[in-house]
């Protein structure tokens, strides 16, 4: 079954998955047996986060409760966006999203600043990310294929799309 979330379940996800960064939060959402509740005060059992201290990335897998269980065949997946606090987010902005490698020129390219972030980029911790996930709803029995919404705000919201393009569950209800 594909219960899509509300726009305030999506937005309150993406807030949570700021909370996966140990550098914002001191204590960060990490998966446990115990659930996490959104500002509606639904359940989520948090299935798998990952806090990537080098790209910056930081993203979480969530199954919501449905009579009294997780649902793990309906699997959320929520990124956080850009931090602009945190340098290595900014990076992967003016180098990962095209149109930002036209402002930032040539200069970029000549310090390095490009291709660092070209080998230590988000979009490579999102994908791994991603794999994580679905090796753990696979070791539940589970498959990728329940892994059903996606959110992210700015940054979150790109590399979002990355699960759409490599998922085969791109559909209207993914988002």
Same mark, same amino acid.
Do not use: W
């Given at each position: ?13 993406? =807030?949570? &998955?700021?909370? +996966? ?15 996490? @509740? ?7 059992? +948090? !299935? &798998? ?9 930081? #993203? ?18 929520? !990124?956080? *966006? ?9 990076? =992967?902005?003016? =180098?990962? /999203?095209?149109?930002?490698? =036209? /402002?930032? *020129?040539?200069?970029?390219? +000549?310090?390095?600043? +490009? ?25 539940? *029995?589970?498959?990728?294929?329940? !892994? ?8 979150? #919201? &790109?590399? /979002? @799309? ?14």
């Amino acid at each position: 079954m594909n219960n899509a979330l509300t726009d305030k379940q999506n937005s309150d996800l993406c =807030t949570m &998955a700021y909370s +996966v960064d140990h550098q914002k939060d001191q204590n960060p959402i990490r998966p446990r047996k115990k659930p996490y @509740f959104d500002t509606e005060n639904n359940k989520y059992e +948090v !299935i &798998a986060t990952e806090d990537d201290q080098e790209t910056g990335f930081q #993203g979480m897998a969530v199954a919501p409760y449905k009579h009294g269980k997780p649902d793990y065949h309906n699997v959320q997946i929520a !990124i956080a *966006g850009t931090n602009f606090d945190d340098i290595k987010d900014v990076i =992967t902005d003016a =180098t990962q /999203i095209p149109e930002s490698r =036209t /402002i930032i *020129g040539p200069s970029a390219y +000549v310090y390095g600043i +490009v291709s660092n972030a070209l080998d230590h980029s988000q979009f490579t911790s999102a994908d791994r990310f991603y794999n994580e996930t679905v090796n753990k709803l696979e070791s539940k *029995g589970f498959s990728a294929s329940d !892994i059903k919404h996606g959110t992210g705000h700015s940054l979150g #919201g &790109a590399l /979002i @799309f990355l699960f759409s393009r490599k998922a085969s569950f791109f559909n209207d209800n993914f988002f």
